[in-house]
């Protein structure tokens, strides 16, 4: 299995821009989460889906921020616009939820600089 | 409100050390899980051990150990024999009886550097 793929790995953008975080979970997972990590607040989340379906947004910033599940196998996370204070290193996450604990396997990151 | 401490932020020893990082939880869920990640300094989070609340018999697993007390709410690592490749920053997480494991609280992390 290839793991949780994300993209793009490293973005660079100015102020006021679109960026648009991509991921791919693995395939059989039915659960995804956006992670975000800072220096200032560690990982917290941001978003979840159960089967394609948001399931808790509570930690979604602002409405700046939007995250997209349109099939199993893809999710986005979008930040319109940017600003310098959203840069951190975003980590998309997956499971297969059942009951009791579920083991989320980690993406390797979407590092966004916002300049 | 669920929440997971770190006091350690960083801790520095040298190899062939033994080195426990501390995790102390709060939660009010009566079943709930515990998790340690690691994360080296390629940046991606790697998953070490889960644990659920009512299991409390201690794991091991080669040079790492864990060791869980519900009495003191600590969910507590050891690294036997420290190795160069043991520096990473360890993330201890939990999530609880609600959402059946989905929503992971993260501590600070603790930075371990084993020196050579």
């Known amino acids: 299995d290839a793991g949780v793929i994300q993209s793009p790995r490293h973005e660079v953008t100015e102020m006021g821009q679109e960026v648009t975080l991509r991921c791919k979970p693995i395939?059989?997972?039915?659960?995804l989460f956006w992670y975000r990590q800072t220096m200032m607040r560690g990982l917290e989340l941001l978003i979840y889906?159960?089967?394609?379906?948001?399931?808790?947004d509570s930690g979604m910033p602002e409405d700046r921020f939007s995250a997209k599940m349109p099939n199993a196998s893809f999710s986005t996370l979008k930040i319109q616009p940017s600003e310098p204070r959203d840069s951190a290193v975003y980590f998309c996450?997956?499971?297969?939820?059942?009951?009791?604990?579920?083991?989320?396997?980690f993406g390797a990151g979407s590092r966004l600089t916002v300049l | 409100a669920q929440k997971v401490t770190q006091a350690q932020t960083e801790i520095s020893v040298v190899e062939k050390e033994d080195v426990t990082l501390d995790c102390v939880y709060e939660?009010?869920?009566?079943?709930?899980?515990l998790f340690w990640y690691k994360q080296p300094p390629s940046g991606e989070l790697v998953f070490l051990i889960r644990?659920?609340?009512?299991?409390?018999q201690n794991e091991i697993s080669g040079r790492y150990s864990w060791n869980f007390q519900k009495s003191t709410s600590s969910f507590n690592f050891t690294i036997t024999a420290s190795q160069v490749v043991d520096s990473a920053v360890y993330f201890c997480?939990?999530?609880?009886?609600?959402?059946?494991?989905?929503?992971?609280?993260f501590g600070e992390g603790t930075q371990l550097t084993v020196n050579p």
């Open positions: 996450a997956s499971s297969y939820r059942r009951s009791g604990a579920n083991v989320l396997t």
């Open positions: 997480a939990l999530s609880g009886e609600e959402t059946s494991g989905s929503r992971l609280t």
């Open positions: 395939s059989g997972h039915n659960s």
């Open positions: 939660t009010r869920d009566t079943t709930y899980y």
């Open positions: 889906f159960n089967n394609n379906v948001p399931i808790d």
């Open positions: 644990r659920n609340s009512f299991d409390e």
